[in-house]
């Protein structure tokens, strides 16, 4: 079953904790990339990567890090979290955008509260 | 910029009600538009996509076609049941420019039976 697994789906941290959120997906997607939801504001990109090795900012990359060292794989690493990162984050991968049916997949969304 | 505006839900409907969801775009190419859903608890999934004007993108009941001349992509369905209850994402892709969909806030819609 195609799919992305994200890990955990909810977390309670305090602030400068350094924590890291895992991302994986099994259908061999070069693109993955990690969005943040909040109420009124849709969904904004932080992070994204076109393959192994390469990755770049979002709209939203401040206070984040990410690292792309195998294809399947994408974490979310928050080296020292802040309150106003309380977000529901969301990990999605695709095939490489420049094909008109990019569709993307989402994994099941991670809660994070930061105190 | 690039933008997707949708209307400020929720959007309340009894079972069996028709179901309009609007949804403009603002784009400087010919963006691919998608509609997403993210039922309560889930991660959002693709519902139905278009890629070029004049397009309809249709699953589950639920319609929208691609206007150019009124940048739109309206999301439609005849009758809702109450396990469509979900918030709907307007989503813009454009091939040539950035490397990322453009979503809307984002619509929710409670369905009453």
């Known amino acids: 079953e195609a799919q992305v697994t994200q890990n955990p789906r909810y977390l309670i941290t305090v602030t400068g904790k350094k924590l890291t959120v895992t991302c994986s997906q099994n259908?061999?997607?070069?693109?993955m990339s990690w969005y943040r939801q909040d109420p009124g504001l849709g969904l904004r990109q932080i992070y994204y990567?076109?393959?192994?090795?390469?990755?770049d900012k979002g709209d939203v990359p401040e206070g984040y890090k990410v690292s792309r060292k195998e294809k399947r794989n994408f974490p979310l690493i928050l080296e020292s979290p802040s309150p106003n990162q309380t977000s529901l984050y969301f990990c999605?991968?695709?095939?490489?955008?420049?094909?008109?049916?990019?569709?993307?997949?989402f994994g099941q969304g991670t809660r994070l509260t930061v105190v | 910029g690039d933008s997707v505006t949708q209307m400020e839900g929720p959007v309340t409907l009894s079972e069996e009600a028709f179901l309009t969801i609007n949804c403009t775009y603002t784009?400087?190419?010919?963006?691919?538009l998608f509609w997403y859903v993210q039922y309560p608890g889930e991660g959002l999934q693709l519902l139905l996509k278009?890629?070029?004007?004049?397009d309809k993108g249709s699953n589950k009941g639920f319609e929208a076609t691609y206007r150019k001349e009124t940048t739109s992509f309206h999301l439609e369905k005849g009758s809702v049941q109450v396990s469509d209850s979900a918030v709907y994402f307007c989503?813009?892709?454009?091939?040539?420019?950035?490397?990322?969909?453009?979503f809307g806030t984002g619509t929710r819609l409670q369905v009453f039976p």
């Open positions: 990567s076109m393959n192994v090795e390469v990755t």
């Open positions: 999605a991968s695709s095939l490489l955008p420049g094909t008109r049916n990019t569709e993307a997949f």
């Open positions: 278009a890629t070029k004007a004049d």
């Open positions: 989503a813009l892709y454009l091939s040539y420019n950035t490397d990322k969909l453009i």
């Open positions: 784009a400087t190419g010919y963006p691919s």
């Open positions: 259908m061999n997607h070069e693109y």
